[in-house]
Antibody
């Protein structure tokens, strides 16, 4: 059973960088067909896809965040990470890591971490 | 691509038949998934490709539609089905979600 677990600070000051790591267990992050993603959920419950990294290091980002986001992968540790720079209160959300799976021609998020709340405040 | 769900919330009882709709701002064929988020938990995929049930999901859930209009139906609501349902379009980036339908 694949499991994902987010880790990182729950409080970040405005203008600083939000950094989170997702540790994958029960499966290899190097397996093909999976896109390792970050998704956030705002206090009003809306969901926003942030981006993904493939095991090769290939990335794709939401255009709304592209200038501030970096997602990277460390296959030796079976982890992938999110960096979001110049944060503001609008970045306050629960951050999820998730696996975007390619299955029979379709992509969908089949495994999610439990989510980690991040508050941006001084 | 914008996804608009209706209703935003609904009240239902155990055993009720529940229907939720999702409308896309442009045609997306059957590139749609449905998720359920129970309180305090991450979303869980129920249906992908508009009508394909994910492994392990009870058969009381069904999905239909193509193009711009989609429907999620729960044939007989069970206690574990309460929560918020989201639609999401597939295979195109950026991935986007509907705003959610809370079933209470």
């Amino acid at each position: 059973q694949v499991q994902l677990q987010e880790s990182g600070p729950g409080l970040v000051k405005p203008s600083q960088t939000l950094s989170l790591t997702c540790t994958v267990s029960g499966g290899s992050i190097s397996s093909g067909g999976f896109y390792w993603s970050w998704i956030r959920q705002f206090p009003g419950k809306g969901l926003e896809w942030i981006g993904y990294v493939y095991h090769s290091g290939t990335t794709s980002y939401n255009p709304s965040l592209k200038s501030r986001v970096t997602i990277s992968v460390d296959t030796s540790k079976n982890q992938f990470s999110l960096n979001l720079t110049s944060v503001t209160a609008a970045d306050t959300a629960v951050y999820y890591c998730a696996r975007d799976t390619y299955h029979s021609g379709w992509y969908f998020f089949d495994y999610w971490g439990q989510g980690t709340p991040v508050t941006v405040s001084s | 691509i914008q996804l608009t769900q209706s209703p935003s919330s609904l009240s239902a009882s155990i055993g009720d038949r529940v229907t939720i709709t999702c409308r896309a701002s442009q045609a997306i064929s059957t590139y749609l998934a449905w998720y359920l988020q129970q309180p305090g938990r991450a979303p869980k995929v129920l249906i992908y490709a508009a009508s394909t049930l994910q492994s392990g999901v009870p058969s009381r859930f069904s999905g239909s539609g193509s193009g711009t209009d989609f429907t999620l139906t729960i044939s007989s609501l069970q206690p574990e089905d309460f929560g918020t349902y989201y639609c999401q379009h597939l295979n195109v980036y950026p991935r986007t979600f509907g705003q959610g339908t809370k079933v209470e």
